[in-house]
């Protein structure tokens, strides 16, 4: 069974930086996309960061030039390390893998459980 778990949320002041790990196990045969995505009371859940298995990356235009998405292959672990953090911010942050598991023909996506982050003024 594959799982993919957030870590390193919390509560911070504006301006303030935190970094955000996620961690997919199990019987994992290959690792595509993987993203963070942040999902805000009353809002949709929204893109964050993407990076591709070749670390291509790609940012919502809120978090560009303040946020930076890493991924470490062999520790099948991605980041968000998030800097200048303002209170609009504030959201339940999910992790997305794209994971073929073995035994399975084709990749799925697989979400974590969230990590919240709060930004206070």
């Known amino acids: 069974q594959v799982r993919v778990v957030e870590s390193g949320g919390g509560l911070v002041q504006s301006g303030g930086s935190l970094r955000l790990s996620c961690a997919a196990s199990?019987?994992?045969?290959?690792?595509?996309?993987m993203g963070w995505y942040r999902q805000a009371p009353g809002k949709e859940r929204e893109l964050v960061a993407r990076i591709t298995s070749g670390s291509i990356t790609n940012y919502a235009d809120a978090v560009k030039g303040r946020f930076t998405i890493s991924r470490d292959n062999a520790k099948n672990t991605v980041y968000l390390q998030m800097n200048s953090l303002k209170p609009e911010d504030t959201a339940m942050y999910y992790c997305?893998?794209?994971?073929?598991?073995?035994?399975?023909?084709?990749?799925?996506?697989?979400w974590g459980q969230g990590t919240q982050v709060t930004v206070s003024s």
């Open positions: 997305k893998g794209r994971i073929l598991g073995y035994g399975y023909g084709i990749a799925s996506d697989y």
């Open positions: 199990g019987r994992i045969f290959n690792i595509d996309d």
